[in-house]
Protein backbone atom coordinates (compact mmCIF):
# COMPACT_ATOMS: atom_id res chain seq x y z
CA UNK A 1 0.00 0.00 0.00
CA UNK A 2 1.41 3.08 -0.98
CA UNK A 3 2.63 5.18 1.65
CA UNK A 4 0.99 8.61 2.64
CA UNK A 5 1.83 11.61 4.42
CA UNK A 6 -0.20 12.45 7.63
CA UNK A 7 -2.33 15.41 8.47
CA UNK A 8 0.18 16.50 11.36
CA UNK A 9 2.90 16.14 8.40
CA UNK A 10 0.33 18.17 5.96
CA UNK A 11 -0.30 21.20 8.48
CA UNK A 12 3.17 21.70 9.20
CA UNK A 13 3.96 22.20 5.40
CA UNK A 14 0.85 24.50 5.47
CA UNK A 15 2.92 26.56 8.03
CA UNK A 16 5.89 26.36 5.77
CA UNK A 17 7.97 23.97 7.43
CA UNK A 18 10.16 23.13 4.81
CA UNK A 19 11.96 20.34 7.12
CA UNK A 20 8.21 18.54 6.62
CA UNK A 21 7.86 19.21 3.27
CA UNK A 22 11.21 17.30 2.64
CA UNK A 23 9.68 14.58 4.11
CA UNK A 24 5.99 14.70 1.86
CA UNK A 25 8.81 14.98 -1.13
CA UNK A 26 10.71 11.96 0.48
CA UNK A 27 7.65 9.93 0.10
CA UNK A 28 6.08 10.56 -2.82
CA UNK A 29 9.52 11.81 -5.64
CA UNK A 30 9.81 7.96 -6.87
CA UNK A 31 6.25 8.32 -8.38
CA UNK A 32 5.72 11.57 -9.10
CA UNK A 33 9.09 11.24 -11.10
CA UNK A 34 8.02 7.72 -12.82
CA UNK A 35 4.63 9.76 -13.55
CA UNK A 36 6.63 12.40 -15.55
CA UNK A 37 9.06 10.18 -16.97
CA UNK A 38 5.91 8.73 -18.83
CA UNK A 39 4.72 11.30 -19.52
CA UNK A 40 7.91 13.32 -20.79
CA UNK A 41 10.04 10.30 -22.29
CA UNK A 42 12.76 12.05 -21.04
CA UNK A 43 14.90 11.65 -17.99
CA UNK A 44 15.98 15.61 -18.21
CA UNK A 45 12.57 16.50 -18.54
CA UNK A 46 11.13 14.27 -15.82
CA UNK A 47 13.58 15.71 -13.16
CA UNK A 48 12.52 19.89 -14.80
CA UNK A 49 8.77 19.06 -13.87
CA UNK A 50 9.19 16.66 -10.96
CA UNK A 51 11.16 19.77 -9.36
CA UNK A 52 8.15 22.15 -10.60
CA UNK A 53 5.26 19.80 -9.49
CA UNK A 54 6.76 19.72 -5.88
CA UNK A 55 7.42 23.95 -5.74
CA UNK A 56 4.23 24.51 -7.40
CA UNK A 57 2.61 21.91 -4.20
CA UNK A 58 4.51 23.88 -1.69
CA UNK A 59 3.05 27.23 -2.68
CA UNK A 60 -0.28 25.79 -2.96
CA UNK A 61 -0.38 23.58 -0.01
CA UNK A 62 -2.05 26.20 1.82
CA UNK A 63 -5.08 25.78 -0.29
CA UNK A 64 -5.48 21.57 0.57
CA UNK A 65 -8.46 20.90 1.98
CA UNK A 66 -8.57 17.52 2.51
CA UNK A 67 -11.17 16.78 -0.55
CA UNK A 68 -8.98 14.21 -1.78
CA UNK A 69 -6.40 12.35 -0.38
CA UNK A 70 -2.73 14.43 -0.53
CA UNK A 71 -1.16 11.97 -3.18
CA UNK A 72 -4.31 12.21 -5.42
CA UNK A 73 -4.07 16.04 -5.00
CA UNK A 74 -0.19 15.91 -5.70
CA UNK A 75 -0.55 14.03 -8.72
CA UNK A 76 -2.72 16.24 -9.85
CA UNK A 77 -0.35 19.19 -9.94
CA UNK A 78 2.31 16.77 -11.04
CA UNK A 79 -0.27 15.74 -14.23
CA UNK A 80 -1.26 19.24 -14.57
CA UNK A 81 2.48 20.37 -15.35
CA UNK A 82 3.28 17.70 -17.52
CA UNK A 83 0.32 18.53 -19.70
CA UNK A 84 0.96 22.06 -20.08
CA UNK A 85 4.67 21.54 -21.00
CA UNK A 86 3.38 18.75 -23.37
CA UNK A 87 0.48 21.15 -24.74
CA UNK A 88 3.98 23.41 -25.59
CA UNK A 89 6.06 21.18 -26.84
CA UNK A 90 6.57 17.73 -28.55
CA UNK A 91 7.56 15.28 -25.59
CA UNK A 92 11.66 14.30 -26.34
CA UNK A 93 11.74 10.58 -26.79
CA UNK A 94 14.70 9.26 -24.97
CA UNK A 95 16.23 5.88 -25.89
CA UNK A 96 16.70 3.59 -23.13
CA UNK A 97 19.87 2.83 -22.23
CA UNK A 98 20.67 6.32 -22.33
CA UNK A 99 19.96 7.25 -18.81
CA UNK A 100 22.48 5.94 -16.87
CA UNK A 101 21.88 2.75 -14.78
CA UNK A 102 18.11 1.65 -16.60
CA UNK A 103 16.68 -1.63 -16.86
CA UNK A 104 20.51 -3.01 -17.46
CA UNK A 105 21.41 -6.16 -16.31
CA UNK A 106 24.90 -7.20 -16.02
CA UNK A 107 26.12 -9.07 -19.35
CA UNK A 108 27.58 -12.06 -18.95
CA UNK A 109 26.11 -14.97 -21.25
CA UNK A 110 25.47 -14.86 -25.57
CA UNK A 111 22.13 -15.92 -23.86
CA UNK A 112 22.08 -12.69 -21.60
CA UNK A 113 22.75 -10.42 -24.10
CA UNK A 114 20.57 -11.17 -27.01
CA UNK A 115 17.63 -11.12 -23.80
CA UNK A 116 18.84 -7.99 -22.98
CA UNK A 117 18.79 -6.78 -26.30
CA UNK A 118 15.07 -7.85 -26.74
CA UNK A 119 14.11 -6.43 -23.90
CA UNK A 120 15.76 -3.19 -24.25
CA UNK A 121 13.74 -3.16 -28.06
CA UNK A 122 10.45 -4.29 -26.29
CA UNK A 123 11.18 -1.04 -24.06
CA UNK A 124 11.48 1.63 -26.60
CA UNK A 125 8.65 0.00 -28.68
CA UNK A 126 6.58 0.67 -25.43
CA UNK A 127 7.98 3.86 -24.64
CA UNK A 128 7.51 4.71 -28.75
CA UNK A 129 3.70 3.79 -28.47
CA UNK A 130 2.61 5.84 -25.02
CA UNK A 131 4.46 8.85 -26.81
CA UNK A 132 1.72 8.28 -29.80
CA UNK A 133 -1.01 8.14 -27.64
CA UNK A 134 -3.49 11.55 -27.55
CA UNK A 135 -2.34 13.61 -24.48
CA UNK A 136 -5.52 12.94 -22.76
CA UNK A 137 -5.42 9.17 -23.41
CA UNK A 138 -1.78 9.22 -22.21
CA UNK A 139 -2.26 11.06 -19.04
CA UNK A 140 -4.98 8.36 -17.99
CA UNK A 141 -3.20 5.31 -19.39
CA UNK A 142 0.13 6.40 -17.41
CA UNK A 143 -1.88 6.31 -14.51
CA UNK A 144 -3.25 3.02 -15.02
CA UNK A 145 -1.26 0.95 -16.09
CA UNK A 146 2.39 2.33 -15.62
CA UNK A 147 1.22 4.19 -12.11
CA UNK A 148 -1.41 0.96 -11.31
CA UNK A 149 -4.25 3.76 -9.65
CA UNK A 150 -7.96 2.91 -9.40
CA UNK A 151 -10.28 4.41 -11.87
CA UNK A 152 -12.09 6.59 -9.29
CA UNK A 153 -8.74 7.85 -8.08
CA UNK A 154 -7.61 8.56 -12.31
CA UNK A 155 -11.17 10.76 -12.10
CA UNK A 156 -10.06 12.92 -9.51
CA UNK A 157 -6.65 13.60 -10.77
CA UNK A 158 -7.84 14.21 -14.31
CA UNK A 159 -11.59 15.57 -13.74
CA UNK A 160 -13.69 13.08 -15.22
CA UNK A 161 -16.08 10.25 -14.29
CA UNK A 162 -15.12 6.73 -13.67
CA UNK A 163 -16.59 5.61 -16.69
CA UNK A 164 -14.94 8.09 -18.68
CA UNK A 165 -11.85 6.56 -17.32
CA UNK A 166 -12.68 3.29 -18.29
CA UNK A 167 -13.55 4.00 -22.07
CA UNK A 168 -10.10 6.24 -22.28
CA UNK A 169 -8.23 3.60 -20.79
CA UNK A 170 -9.21 1.05 -23.33
CA UNK A 171 -9.06 3.34 -26.16
CA UNK A 172 -5.47 4.11 -24.89
CA UNK A 173 -4.50 0.62 -24.06
CA UNK A 174 -5.91 -1.04 -27.65
CA UNK A 175 -3.96 1.52 -29.66
CA UNK A 176 -0.73 0.94 -27.71
CA UNK A 177 -1.56 -2.90 -28.14
CA UNK A 178 -2.10 -2.59 -31.66
CA UNK A 179 1.23 -0.85 -32.07
CA UNK A 180 3.39 -3.69 -30.12
CA UNK A 181 1.32 -6.58 -31.84
CA UNK A 182 3.65 -7.31 -34.66
CA UNK A 183 6.82 -6.64 -32.75
CA UNK A 184 4.97 -9.25 -30.52
CA UNK A 185 3.86 -11.78 -32.58
CA UNK A 186 7.14 -12.03 -34.57
CA UNK B 1 -22.94 -11.20 -23.35
CA UNK B 2 -21.96 -10.29 -26.64
CA UNK B 3 -18.40 -8.94 -28.67
CA UNK B 4 -19.41 -5.57 -28.13
CA UNK B 5 -19.49 -5.80 -24.35
CA UNK B 6 -17.06 -7.92 -24.04
CA UNK B 7 -14.25 -5.24 -25.58
CA UNK B 8 -15.77 -2.37 -23.54
CA UNK B 9 -14.96 -4.47 -20.25
CA UNK B 10 -11.66 -6.16 -21.23
CA UNK B 11 -9.52 -3.04 -20.11
CA UNK B 12 -11.31 -3.07 -16.72
CA UNK B 13 -11.06 -6.59 -16.16
CA UNK B 14 -8.13 -6.79 -16.73
CA UNK B 15 -7.11 -3.66 -14.08
CA UNK B 16 -9.74 -5.96 -11.91
CA UNK B 17 -12.61 -2.92 -11.69
CA UNK B 18 -15.19 -5.01 -12.54
CA UNK B 19 -18.20 -6.30 -10.09
CA UNK B 20 -17.95 -10.10 -9.38
CA UNK B 21 -20.75 -10.89 -11.54
CA UNK B 22 -19.11 -9.16 -14.68
CA UNK B 23 -16.26 -10.91 -13.88
CA UNK B 24 -17.64 -13.95 -13.82
CA UNK B 25 -19.85 -12.98 -17.56
CA UNK B 26 -16.38 -12.05 -18.76
CA UNK B 27 -14.60 -15.42 -17.92
CA UNK B 28 -17.14 -16.94 -19.04
CA UNK B 29 -17.10 -15.50 -22.67
CA UNK B 30 -14.05 -15.87 -22.83
CA UNK B 31 -14.20 -19.99 -22.44
CA UNK B 32 -16.43 -20.29 -25.08
CA UNK B 33 -14.79 -17.89 -27.64
CA UNK B 34 -11.12 -18.08 -28.80
CA UNK B 35 -10.93 -15.15 -30.37
CA UNK B 36 -12.07 -13.04 -27.17
CA UNK B 37 -9.75 -15.18 -25.31
CA UNK B 38 -6.89 -14.85 -27.93
CA UNK B 39 -8.05 -10.84 -27.66
CA UNK B 40 -7.53 -11.05 -23.49
CA UNK B 41 -4.01 -12.27 -24.10
CA UNK B 42 -2.89 -9.71 -26.59
CA UNK B 43 -4.10 -7.02 -24.26
CA UNK B 44 -2.62 -8.85 -20.94
CA UNK B 45 0.61 -9.14 -23.07
CA UNK B 46 1.28 -5.24 -23.91
CA UNK B 47 -0.21 -3.77 -20.10
CA UNK B 48 2.54 -6.15 -18.84
CA UNK B 49 5.25 -4.73 -21.17
CA UNK B 50 3.76 -1.46 -20.12
CA UNK B 51 4.21 -1.96 -16.92
CA UNK B 52 7.87 -2.76 -16.78
CA UNK B 53 8.64 0.18 -18.97
CA UNK B 54 7.31 2.15 -15.85
CA UNK B 55 10.54 4.60 -15.16
CA UNK B 56 12.94 3.96 -11.85
CA UNK B 57 13.70 5.86 -8.74
CA UNK B 58 13.91 9.99 -9.09
CA UNK B 59 18.02 10.75 -8.71
CA UNK B 60 19.43 12.09 -6.31
CA UNK B 61 19.84 15.92 -6.06
CA UNK B 62 16.45 16.68 -7.37
CA UNK B 63 15.53 17.73 -3.59
CA UNK B 64 18.37 20.35 -3.78
CA UNK B 65 16.55 22.30 -6.55
CA UNK B 66 13.39 22.30 -5.29
CA UNK B 67 15.13 23.48 -1.63
CA UNK B 68 16.75 26.21 -4.10
CA UNK B 69 13.66 27.59 -5.76
CA UNK B 70 11.70 27.40 -1.76
CA UNK B 71 14.14 29.73 -0.57
CA UNK B 72 13.22 32.39 -3.02
CA UNK B 73 9.99 31.94 -3.21
CA UNK B 74 8.41 30.21 -0.49
CA UNK B 75 7.10 30.93 2.61
CA UNK B 76 9.63 31.49 5.79
CA UNK B 77 10.32 28.95 8.35
CA UNK B 78 9.66 31.49 10.95
CA UNK B 79 7.28 34.64 10.77
CA UNK B 80 8.48 35.90 14.07
CA UNK B 81 12.10 36.14 12.45
CA UNK B 82 10.96 38.45 9.48
CA UNK B 83 8.65 40.72 12.04
CA UNK B 84 11.35 41.31 14.27
CA UNK B 85 14.01 42.44 11.14
CA UNK B 86 11.25 44.54 10.24
CA UNK B 87 10.73 45.83 13.54
CA UNK B 88 14.56 46.66 13.62
CA UNK B 89 14.65 48.32 10.13
CA UNK B 90 11.66 50.76 11.17
CA UNK B 91 13.48 51.32 14.57
CA UNK B 92 16.61 52.81 12.96
CA UNK B 93 13.92 55.54 10.44
CA UNK B 94 12.37 56.45 13.68
CA UNK B 95 15.88 57.11 15.47
CA UNK B 96 17.19 59.47 12.27
CA UNK B 97 14.12 61.27 12.54
CA UNK B 98 13.50 62.00 16.01
CA UNK B 99 16.96 63.56 15.93
CA UNK B 100 16.54 65.81 12.86
CA UNK B 101 13.67 67.11 14.86
CA UNK B 102 15.12 67.39 17.88
CA UNK B 103 17.79 69.57 16.33
CA UNK B 104 14.88 71.76 14.45
CA UNK B 105 13.57 72.25 17.46
CA UNK B 106 16.68 73.63 19.50
CA UNK B 107 18.00 75.79 16.02
CA UNK B 108 14.29 76.99 16.30
CA UNK B 109 14.29 77.72 20.12
CA UNK B 110 17.85 79.77 20.24
CA UNK B 111 17.49 81.51 17.26
CA UNK B 112 16.20 84.98 16.78
CA UNK B 113 12.96 85.27 13.87
CA UNK B 114 12.25 88.04 11.77
CA UNK B 115 9.24 88.96 10.32
CA UNK B 116 8.97 89.99 6.53
CA UNK B 117 6.29 90.95 4.21
CA UNK B 118 6.26 90.76 0.80
CA UNK B 119 3.52 91.69 -2.20
CA UNK B 120 3.41 88.53 -4.56
CA UNK B 121 0.89 89.11 -6.94
CA UNK B 122 -2.49 90.93 -5.58
CA UNK B 123 -1.54 88.99 -2.12
CA UNK B 124 0.45 89.86 0.87
CA UNK B 125 3.14 87.13 1.49
CA UNK B 126 4.27 86.92 5.21
CA UNK B 127 7.87 85.36 5.23
CA UNK B 128 9.53 84.27 8.86
CA UNK B 129 13.29 83.81 8.67
CA UNK B 130 15.09 82.79 11.59
CA UNK B 131 18.44 85.22 12.10
CA UNK B 132 21.53 83.02 13.46
CA UNK B 133 25.01 82.60 12.55
CA UNK B 134 24.01 79.97 9.90
CA UNK B 135 22.76 81.82 6.65
CA UNK B 136 20.91 84.73 6.83
CA UNK B 137 17.86 83.56 4.14
CA UNK B 138 17.69 80.20 6.28
CA UNK B 139 14.06 79.26 6.11
CA UNK B 140 13.13 75.58 8.04
CA UNK B 141 13.71 73.54 4.84
CA UNK B 142 17.34 75.00 4.15
CA UNK B 143 17.92 74.62 8.09
CA UNK B 144 17.88 71.23 7.64
CA UNK B 145 20.07 70.85 5.44
CA UNK B 146 22.80 72.80 7.31
CA UNK B 147 21.95 70.60 10.24
Redesign the interface.
Known amino acids: MEAQADIVLIAACQQGDHRAFRQVFEIYRDRVFSLCRSMSGSDEDAEDLTQDAFVAAFKGVGGFRGESSFGTWLYRIAANRCSAELRRRKPRFQEIGEAEGQNVLPLSTRGDQEQQLVRKELLQRVQAAVADLPESQRLIFVLGTQMGMRYREIGEIVGCSEDAVKVRIHRARKRVRDALKPYMES | MNRAEF ?2 H ?3 Y ?2 D ?1 LTVELRIEMEAFMDADEAARAEFD ?2 Q ?3 E ?11 DG ?2 D ?3 A ?2 GS ?5 T ?1 MDDLALMMRGLASEVQDLRREVQQLRAELAEGEWEEGREAVGGDIRVRSTIVTDRPRHGTVEQLRKFS
Do not use: F, N, T
Open positions: ERLSAIDESHAAWAAQSSVGGAAPLWGIESLEGKSES
